[in-house]
């Protein structure tokens, strides 16, 4: 695995939990990890709430941007390490050929986006917030860097099954 560990995470729009899971990678990992993110089908830009409860706990949004997969397919892209999908429609779309075959799994977590109130969407992203930042903290006690592939797709799929 290359040092610090390339983390994809995707779904399909990249705008609600994509863009919460790079900022928490980036934020968490301290230094072991870059993340990024994409979607199949991007919307264009990041939501706004997600933006908003980002900004309101101080991380760095500066980065944050809607893009495609395709990206990430590039010869001139990073070699990524592991992928991990955040909604079910990303994990059941065929996925571009990734250079490098890198560890996948799927963290599937109910969109946020779109509900029919400003409170309602609010309290929905601070969820999928707190969700993320336990799965990433699971993620983070383990030995990821050298662990087998196998073990470690393994791994990060019961993470994906908590909560």
Same mark, same amino acid.
Do not use: I, T
């Given at each position: 695995m290359t040092y610090p560990t390339q983390v994809l995470v995707l779904c399909t729009g990249n705008s609600a939990r994509s863009i919460l899971g790079e900022t928490l990678l980036n934020h968490l990992g301290g230094g072991r990890i870059q993340a990024y993110s994409a979607g199949s089908k991007p919307a264009g830009k990041p939501n706004p709430y997600a933006i908003e409860l980002l900004q309101e706990k101080g991380? +760095?949004? !500066?980065?944050?941007? !809607?893009? !495609?997969? +395709?990206?990430?397919?590039a010869d001139s892209a990073p070699k990524l390490d592991i992928i991990i999908t955040v909604c079910d429609n990303a994990a059941g779309e065929v996925c571009p050929i990734w250079p490098g075959h890198p560890v996948t799994a799927h963290w599937g977590l109910p969109d946020p986006a779109g509900l029919p109130s400003v409170e309602e969407s609010r309290v929905a992203f601070r969820s999928t917030y707190d969700a993320l930042t336990r799965r990433i903290e699971k993620m983070l006690a383990l030995p990821f860097e050298s662990m087998p592939p196998a073990e470690l797709r393994a791994a990060l799929q019961a993470i994906g099954q908590t909560e």
């Open positions: 991380l +760095d949004v !500066s980065h944050a941007r !809607s893009k !495609s997969w +395709d990206e990430f397919a």
